[in-house]
C-alpha cells in the first residue's frame, strides 16, 4: 500500500482516544501518503502544533437531504490503496467497499465483517462480546496493517488563537489566567441514558464550592443549552453558565486544560481532561466500565454497581426508571473528586532529592 486512508471515530471521546494511532500512521515510512478522514465538526479536536497538517485531512460535510453522499464521493477521489476503519459502523466499510479500495482493515462489528478483507473479531464469551476498553480495539486495529502506536495515551494540541480566545472568555467570566475553576460538562450526545440529572450536578458543584472556594463554569455543545441552564439554575452558589458563549471543540480543549478539576457525565470531555492531565470525575451509568479502562491515571469513574439491569448500554432506559444515574449521590462524586484533588498536590508537592535540592514528585502537571 502507498495511499491510505484512515477514516476516524464519529464521537469526540472515540476520535481522542483514536489520536495515538493517528499519529502513528501519519509518520509511518511504509506509507507514501496517508489522509485522515474526518467529519468536519469534530476536525477542530485535531487541531494544533503537534496536529495533522490540514493537507492531511480530508472532512466529511454534512449529506443533504436526497443529496449525494459526500463520504463516498471522498473516498472515491482519494483513490487510495487501503483505508484503516477506526469507526465501527457499518456505513464506513461499506463506503470504503463500494469506493474500491482494495484493503479494508477494521474490527468486525455491526455486521460488516464480510465487507473487511483485514478484520479483528473482538472476543466472546457465551454468545456475547467482551467488552474490552476502546484504545485497546483501535490499537489492535491499526496492527492489522502493522501500525503500532507507542503508547495508549490520547494527544491533543492547543493552537496559540485557541488559547488566546479561551483567555478571553475566562477574562469575561472575571477569572484571570491561573486562576481555580471546576468545569461542569453536564450533557451528551449518546442520549437521555447518560444524563445525571441537573439537581444531581447542581448538588456536587455545590459541595465542592463549599469545601474548595472555587467557582463553576458550566458548557456544552450546540444544542445542549437547556441543561447548561438546569444545572445553574439548580445551584446554590453563582456557577456561571457559557451557553452565551463561543461554543466549538478547538475552545474546548484548552478551556478543559486551564480548568483545575472536570466534573463530567460519560462523554467525550473526559478524555480531553486525560490528554491534558486534569483530573477528571466521570458519572457513568449504561455503560460497561470496561469500554473505557484506560487512561485512568486522573480519572475516577463513579458508578452503581449493585443493579442487575446495568450496564445496558441503551440510549434511553428500557426499563423507564433510570436508577443508574438516578440513584447516584453527589456526595460519592464530590468524595472522589477530593481524593484525585489530594493525589494531585502528592504528585506536585516537592521533595529533597539526594542533592537537597527541591524536585517534584510522581510527575505531575504542577498545578
Known sequence: MKRLLVRAPNWVGD???????????????RFEDVRIVVRRHLAPLLDGPEGPEPGRLLM????????????????????????????NSFGSALRAFRAGIAARAGAALSRRGFLLT??????????????????HLLRDVAGLFGIRPRALAPELSV?????????????????????????????????????W????????????????????????????????????????????????EERDLSLLKPLVAASRLLVVGDSGPRWIAAAFGVPCVSVMGPNFPALTASSLERCIVVRRDDLECAPCLERVCPLGHHRCLTGLEPERVVAAALRLLEAERDRTRPTADSAGSATLAGGGVGR
Not at 118 to 135: E, N, S, Y
Not at 165 to 185: K, M, S, W
Open 15 to 29: 476520535l481522542v482516544m483514536a489520536t495515538p494511532v493517528l499519529r502513528a500512521a501519519l509518520v509511518d515510512p
Open 60 to 87: 466529511i460535510e454534512r449529506r443533504a437531504r436526497g443529496g449525494p453522499d459526500p463520504e463516498l464521493a471522498l473516498l472515491r477521489a482519494a483513490r487510495a490503496d487501503g483505508a484503516l476503519l477506526l469507526s
Open 118 to 135: 483485514h478484520k479483528l473479531v473482538p472476543p466472546t464469551l457465551d454468545g456475547r462480546r467482551v467488552p474490552i476498553p476502546t484504545a
Open 159 to 195: 493552537t496559540n488563537d485557541a488559547r488566546r480566545r479561551t483567555n478571553e472568555l475566562l477574562a469575561r467570566q472575571g477569572l484571570a489566567p491561573g486562576d481555580p475553576f471546576v468545569l461542569c460538562a453536564p450533557s451528551a450526545a449518546f442520549g437521555a441514558a447518560k444524563l
Open 197 to 244: 440529572p441537573p439537581e444531581a450536578f447542581a448538588r456536587a458543584l455545590d459541595l465542592l464550592h463549599e469545601t474548595l472556594g472555587w467557582p463553576a463554569l458550566v458548557t456544552g455543545g450546540p444544542g445542549e443549552e437547556p441543561a447548561l441552564r438546569a444545572v445553574v439554575g439548580a445551584c446554590r452558589h453563582p456557577a456561571r453558565s457559557l451557553e452565551d
